[in-house]
């Protein structure tokens, strides 16, 4: 069997906390219809010429340093990080786009659409672009938004309750009153099936409503 000239071989690291992620991208990748091209899948991403960094790992609120090392993989490989996405975390896809991933790539895709989006980040041709990140947000929102039913309101108030939010503060933000949003809370506690805060926040994290950040006024007291 004739060894593939290396200038056709392109090195995939696959950083995410779920071995069996790990093995389903390399099984994939090892799939490829193109028998011009060999990806080659290794374990450190100084190695590699495109990462793919599972955006699940940003699940955790940073208390790993997730956010951290998503910032140190992009710093080291402008422009040839992709976010591996889940269709139910469309916040966590948002946020590793927003913080310097170049495009997504669906856990579902198959071995050609995830080989595509190697080589164009291997070879410069995808750049990272706001209005993107906001459409493929939105859309997947919808998606979610669509099977439990929220309203956009009720969607405003669960990123801002994830994110660490006080009452007050998000009463402020959406110009109505205490008793007005306490109301709207209620109504939102019902229809995700939780009765406090604390299961709310985790329902909205593990819905892909946790990308928001705190607000500055929060953070600085």
Not at 98 to 118: K, R
Not at 162 to 187: C, W
Not at 189 to 194: A, C, D, E, M
Request: glycine share 6%; hydrophobic share 45%.
């Amino acid at each position: 069997m004739a060894v593939a000239d290396e200038r056709n071989v392109c090195t995939v690291c696959v950083v995410s906390g779920q071995p069996v992620v790990v093995a389903g991208i390399r099984a994939l990748l090892a799939e490829s219809a193109d028998p011009g091209r060999v990806y080659a899948t290794v374990t450190e991403p100084a190695d590699a010429d495109v990462v793919i960094y599972d955006a699940f790992k940003l699940a955790t609120n940073d208390d790993d340093g997730s956010a951290g090392e998503l910032a140190k993989l992009v710093a080291s490989h402008p422009g040839r990080v992709l976010a591996l996405s889940r269709l139910l975390q469309p916040g966590l896809t948002a946020r590793a786009l927003a913080n310097g991933a170049v495009a997504p790539v669906s856990v579902s895709a198959d071995a050609d659409e995830i080989a595509a989006l190697v080589d164009a980040a291997a070879s410069g041709d995808l750049a990272a672009d706001p209005e993107q990140v906001r459409r493929y947000e939105a859309d997947l929102v919808r998606v979610l938004a669509a099977d439990v039913e929220l309203t956009s309101r009720q969607q405003t108030v669960i990123a801002r309750i994830a994110a660490g939010y006080a009452n007050d503060e998000i009463a402020s933000d959406l110009y109505i009153t205490i008793n007005t949003l306490k109301s709207n809370i209620r109504a939102l506690y019902s229809r995700i099936g939780v009765t406090n805060r604390a299961s709310a926040v985790a329902w909205a994290v593990e819905h892909g409503y946790g990308g928001m950040s705190a607000p500055a006024r929060r953070r600085n007291r």
